[in-house]
């Protein structure tokens, strides 16, 4: 890998969907997790792959708490007695979550709004932004590094106000692309399951990330990675044209001017330098 400023920048989605999302990010000599919702052995292995070391993690920022996001956390804080960063809200739901298990009180560590993990240097900053989801102080978080800054941005009922200035000349950005109306309407999902997707506190179709990724190219970012693919009403091939004839639409030319990935469901995807 290259370096960037102090070290090396790096994105890395370890799995990103409704069955498990983990990312890796490396920026210098800081490591850790974005979410920590598939097997800790399945991380180990990922993370092994790329040539890092669990045990070299700083810490984990978790964005909300359903068990897609949380599923390996104790487990993972158990064996490298990690510091979990996350609301206070999402806090008090993976408490009382049995699924998740039980994680030492010292690694449990509590922000209202924007958290800046001590065990980050100076040259790393964290920042904490709403994001709209049926889960109480759901989040994404915005990476800055070295001059340059990445960002997450999934589970997201709508693109809100909050989420376009976190996210304002990110270099690069994981996106939910989540599902296809029609598919969605046209699916095996139940009424009430479809309606929460494709609420504004559920999920963000492909059509919506292809708008907003229009106007993320406009300001600045580079790099999309289309993540949380729905399995059922999605398929890797569909968001991407659609995103891209957004962009097209946009007068933006999806194979010049920006960098259009995706994030695998059951696998690592490819890891991005920023």
């Not at 806090?91 to 009180?105: E, N």
């Not at 919506?208 to 990675?225: D, K, N």
């Amino acid at each position: 890998m290259t370096e960037n400023g102090n070290g090396r920048a790096v994105l890395y989605p370890i799995a990103s969907g409704s069955s498990g999302n983990a990312v890796f990010v490396r920026c210098g000599d800081v490591s850790f997790l974005v979410d920590c919702g598939v097997p800790a052995c399945r991380i180990e292995k990922a993370l092994a792959a790329l040539g890092e070391d669990p045990a070299e993690l700083s810490f984990v920022l978790i964005t909300h708490a359903h068990s897609d996001h949380t599923c390996g956390l104790a487990v993972m804080a158990s064996r490298y007695h990690l510091p979990i960063y996350a609301t206070c809200g999402t806090w008090d739901l993976i408490r009382s979550d049995k699924r998740v298990g039980k994680i030492a009180p010292e690694c449990q560590r509590e922000f209202a709004a924007s958290p800046e993990p001590d065990e980050a240097d100076g040259s790393v900053r964290i920042t904490a932004f709403s994001t709209s989801h049926d889960v109480p102080d759901s989040v994404g978080y915005r990476i800055e590094y070295a001059g340059r800054a990445a960002a997450i941005a999934t589970d997201l009922g709508y693109v809100s106000l909050d989420v376009k200035a976190a996210l304002d000349g990110a270099d690069v950005v994981l996106l939910e692309s989540n599902h296809d109306p029609d598919m969605l309407r046209d699916g095996p999902y139940p009424a009430f399951l479809k309606n929460r997707v494709a609420g504004n506190r559920g999920h963000l179709s492909n059509f919506a990330a292809g708008r907003f990724a229009a106007e993320l190219v406009a300001r600045g970012t580079r790099q999309i990675i289309l993540g949380h693919l729905s399995d059922k009403n999605n398929t890797p091939r569909l968001a991407l044209e659609t995103v891209a004839e957004q962009l097209q639409r946009a007068g933006i030319d999806p194979q010049r001017d920006v960098r259009l990935l995706l994030a695998r469901r059951g696998e690592p995807s490819e890891a991005v330098l920023w």
